[in-house]
Nanobody
Framework: QLQACGGGLVQARGSLRLSCAAS????????MGWFRQAPGKEREFVAA????????VYADSVKGRFTVSRDNAKNTVYLQMNSLKPEDTAVYYC????????????????WGQGTQVTVSS
């Protein structure tokens, strides 16, 4: 089970930190991904991290502004979002899958509920 939280309303150039708490199993050997879906748009990949080694990958649109990290002891993954822009407004989702770093942006069978992020200009 995945539980995402931390969304809210923030002004442009502000920051938010999303959390995704995972439960129900050991996630060693899994990848955690963050995705987002804006109104009227398809869901898009944001970032991913491996539970074990902490390797990360980012979408070009967030590179340098967002940072994904994990706390294995708490079974929680974070998405620190800085320098937010109005175009970052979306529902953000966390998801997980068995390790496959060749395709970090696709193939996630397990999803949490979304958390709304709204960035005002």
């Amino acid at each position: 089970q995945l539980q995402a939280c931390g969304g809210g309303l923030v002004q442009a150039r502000g920051s938010l930190r999303l959390s995704c708490a995972a439960s129900g199993r050991t996630f060693s050997g899994y990848i955690m991904g963050w995705f987002r879906q804006a109104p009227g748009k398809e869901r898009e990949f944001v970032a991913a991290i491996t539970w074990s080694g902490g390797s990360t990958v980012y979408a070009d649109s967030v590179k340098g502004r967002f940072t994904v990290s994990r706390d294995n002891a708490k079974n929680t993954v974070y998405l620190q979002m800085n320098s937010l822009k109005p175009e970052d407004t979306a529902v953000y989702y966390c998801a997980t899958k068995i390790y496959d770093w060749a395709t970090p942006a696709t193939g996630y069978p397990y999803w949490g509920q979304g958390t709304q992020v709204t960035v005002s200009s």
